[in-house]
């Protein structure tokens, strides 16, 4: 999986994103991450990347050219990819995205900054918007890092043995279920006892049983979304007999 980002603050993706098992991924080769700085491609000596609105009001646009200019000198090396825009104007993030651009061998992220892009260098370039939710953050930075770190995760060998992706249970489409490690007794709590059975088979059904219980309790619009099979909607009656709701 390769990303390419287009972006102002080059070192502020390639510092975040050099963390944990992304940047492990990157090191091993197995994600590869470059960026592109429109500051590189300006028309003049300044570096000028952004200028006054037409119609007036406060801020910046960003210029057409310096961004054309980066994103076509990403296409022209490496396999094509979509154009992804970062803005809270696109399709809100979701597991179904994150599983398609998986899918993808090659993407490049746009980030924008001030008030906006110039919007003929959408039009021109962009093949998709993606939003990671309803409010505005500085720059396209921080979303086009969240959508390559939830991408990577799917990407074979990431996560170490591939399982625990799918182990996810948000990948099941449901929330995650409670974790718990040493010690057995902290401030007078102790561990459900199914996690020290040794059952394995008894805990994956104990986990998948929290995971139904959680997200019928606090989203069940994902439950609604998903569906259940009866082995799991008996869980989730047995769930619900134990904790009343
Ligand atoms: N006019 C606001 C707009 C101008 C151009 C740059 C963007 C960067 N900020 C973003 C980008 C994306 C998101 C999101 N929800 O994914 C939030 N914030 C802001």
Not at 43 to 52: A, E, L, P, S
Not at 218 to 237: N, S, T, V
């Amino acid at each position: 999986m390769r990303f390419d980002v287009v972006t102002l603050f080059p070192e502020m993706i390639r510092s975040v994103m050099g963390y944990g098992v992304i940047g492990r991924a990157i090191e091993r080769g197995l994600v590869e991450l470059v960026t592109w700085n429109p500051r590189d491609y300006s028309r003049d000596r300044h570096g000028t990347v952004d200028d006054r609105p037409y119609g007036g009001g406060p801020g910046m646009v960003m210029k057409v050219e310096p961004l054309r200019d980066a994103i076509q000198a990403a296409r022209a090396v490496s396999e094509p990819g979509p154009v992804i825009y970062l803005s809270p104007d696109g399709p809100t993030l979701d597991g179904g995205h994150v599983g398609s651009l998986a899918e993808q061998s090659r993407v490049i992220l746009l980030c924008g900054r001030y008030e906006g892009i110039d919007e003929r260098l959408i039009e021109l370039e962009v093949d998709a918007r993606l939003s990671i939710g309803d409010y505005v953050v500085s720059g396209g930075e921080l979303p086009a890092m969240v959508v390559m770190d939830a991408v990577a995760r799917l990407v074979p060998g990431v996560l170490g043995h591939a399982e625990s992706a799918a182990q996810d249970a948000f990948a099941e489409g449901l929330l995650d279920w409670p974790h718990y490690t040493r010690p057995e007794t902290v401030a007078g709590r102790g561990v459900p006892a199914v996690l020290t059975s040794g059952d394995h088979q008894a805990v994956a059904r104990w986990r998948l049983q929290q995971a139904l219980g959680r997200t019928q309790a606090r989203r069940p619009d994902l439950l609604d979304r998903r569906g259940l099979d009866e082995q799991e909607q008996a869980l989730l009656d047995a769930y619900r007999a134990e904790h009343g709701n």
